[in-house]
């Protein structure tokens, strides 16, 4: 059975650090990209970032979308198959559900290119 499972979210004052975990079972680590989602009430899904996959062309290479850049960073533990995101000087905008996901190829603009989603971790940042 494939599992992903977020952990490290919570409470957090505005410019505060906060590491959240993603573990993942029941597929090959090494052959999926990894990546972070986020998700507000009444908006679309959209990406933060992603690990891509040790076995493809990016060779376990990160990406970022403008929501993580210069703030947030990505670190893999194969053995351990988990991937941390590390966020930095949290805003109170960054409050949302965070959610890992697994796809084949770390294309964070296509959500429907994910085949494997956990069941998400809350982030409330307070001003």
């Known amino acids: 059975e494939v599992q992903l499972v977020e952990s490290g979210g919570g409470l957090v004052q505005a410019v505060g650090s906060l590491r959240l975990s993603c573990t993942v079972s029941g597929f090959t680590f090494d052959d999926y990209a990894i990546g972070w989602f986020r998700h507000a009430p009444g908006k679309e899904r959209e990406g933060v970032s992603c690990?891509?996959?040790?076995?493809?062309?990016?060779?376990?290479?990160?990406h970022y979308t403008d929501i993580a850049k210069g703030r947030f960073a990505m670190s893999s533990d194969n053995a351990k198959s988990t991937v941390d995101l590390h966020k930095n000087n949290l805003k109170p905008e960054d409050t949302d559900v965070y959610y890992c996901a697994a796809a084949l190829a770390c294309r964070l603009g296509h959500l429907e290119l994910w085949n494997y989603w956990g069941q998400g971790t809350q982030v409330t940042v307070s001003s």
């Open positions: 690990v891509s996959s040790i076995q493809s062309s990016g060779g376990g290479s990160t």
